[in-house]
């Protein structure tokens, strides 16, 4: 079974940035995808960025010029640079993990998630 672990995340100023990793244990299928999402208090949990194993990446607009996803599938791991931060960045960002392991079984995994605050 896959276990996502997070870090990277924390406290920074307005317009400062941050640089999210995801490390992925256990089997990893090759056809899969890699995603972060957030969560802000008393909002529901949105798709920021996703990656497909053959690198194709999907945007919230939100973050669309600010967030950059990439992965290193060597390393398993996945990463979110977050560039030119704003206060309505805050929340606690999560990792995902989807795939396909046959024609009838799928994995769909979870990080603990990482904090992520914007503030002065």
């Known amino acids: 079974q896959v276990q996502l672990v997070e870090s990277g995340g924390g406290l920074v100023q307005p317009g400062g940035s941050l640089r999210l990793s995801c490390a992925a244990s256990?089997?990893?299928?090759?056809?899969?995808?890699m995603g972060w999402y957030r969560q802000a208090p008393g909002k529901q949990r949105e798709l920021v960025a996703a990656?497909?194993?053959?690198?194709?990446?999907n945007y919230a607009d939100s973050v669309k010029g600010r967030f950059t996803i990439s992965r290193d599938n060597a390393k398993n791991t996945v990463y979110l640079q977050m560039n030119s931060l704003r206060p309505e960045d805050t929340a606690v960002c999560y990792c995902?993990?989807?795939?396909?392991?046959?024609?009838?079984?799928?994995?769909?995994?979870w990080g603990q998630g990482t904090q992520v605050t914007v503030s002065s």
């Open positions: 995902n993990a989807r795939g396909i392991i046959t024609s009838y079984a799928s994995y769909d995994y």
């Open positions: 256990g089997t990893i299928f090759s056809n899969n995808v």
């Open positions: 990656i497909t194993n053959g690198g194709s990446t």
